[in-house]
């Protein structure tokens, strides 16, 4: 069975500091990792995924995100949070090995950044 | 060009009663995904469709079904509403399959039951 996890629901930043969002996965096979952002009003987005290849993979706005598969962990990264980051972030898993896997969320993360 | 179309955007209902959702997809996107996102148990697989076939289910009971038609647009029912069924309902397109990359999601119709 697959599972994924994020630890934190919500996380506080200033802006112009890093931020990080924490995601850890369970899949029997290989796993395609992906991040979504939900903005208010604004509906869901897909932001990057993870297939193969390089363990950092860089998505739209500045956000990228490194694969660890020794640490099962997919965590979400920005150099320098905006005000405009603030929004939902989700997490969602794949069996890749699966043409028939399903894709599960995470519990999402609410993310602020303050002026 | 046209984003996802989702109608009705808010719908009321009361236990028992059935409803029906539908989605337009973005011109030239054959595969169709539903989504349901509730407070409690988050952001949830419902089904995915390609030419007109159900390529993949999630874990929801049978009262969830839906379909696709020819010209890419789908619909999903959900039959003896209850309370647990209130939820906004997503529904995303992409040319084809499993690719999360190339899917767009729409506004979602946001469905109360009483």
């Known amino acids: 069975a697959q599972s994924v996890a994020q630890p934190e629901d919500q996380v506080n930043v200033a802006e112009g500091n890093p931020l990080t969002v924490k995601c850890t996965y369970s899949?029997?096979?290989?796993?395609?990792l992906f991040w979504y952002v939900q903005y208010p009003n604004r509906g869901l987005q897909f932001l990057l995924k993870?297939?193969?290849?390089?363990?950092l993979v860089k998505g739209s706005y500045g956000f990228e995100a490194e694969f660890n598969k020794s640490q099962t962990s997919f965590h979400l990264k920005k150099p320098s949070a905006l005000v405009s980051d603030s929004a939902l972030y989700f997490c969602?898993?794949?069996?890749?090995?699966?043409?028939?896997?399903?894709?599960?969320f995470g519990s999402g993360t609410r993310l602020s950044i303050r002026p | 060009k046209a984003g996802v179309t989702q109608t009705p955007r808010y719908l009321i209902k009361t236990r028992g009663q059935q409803v029906t959702l539908s989605c337009s997809p973005i011109?030239?996107?054959?595969?169709v995904s539903w989504y349901q996102q509730t407070p409690g148990q988050g952001l949830q697989f419902l089904f995915e469709?390609?030419?007109?076939?159900?390529?993949n289910k999630g874990n929801f009971p049978g009262r969830f079904s839906g379909r696709q038609f020819s010209n890419s647009r789908s619909e999903m029912n959900v039959s003896t509403l209850e309370l647990g069924d209130s939820a906004l309902y997503l529904c995303?397109?992409?040319?084809?399959?499993?690719?999360?990359?190339?899917?767009?999601f729409g506004p979602g119709t946001r469905l109360l039951v009483l």
């Open positions: 993870y297939i193969t290849g390089d363990n």
């Open positions: 469709y390609f030419s007109e076939t159900q390529r």
């Open positions: 995303a397109s992409s040319p084809f399959p499993g690719q999360q990359e190339t899917q767009y």
């Open positions: 969602a898993v794949r069996d890749g090995g699966s043409s028939a896997s399903k894709i599960i």
């Open positions: 011109s030239g996107h054959r595969s």
């Open positions: 899949v029997s096979g290989n796993p395609y």
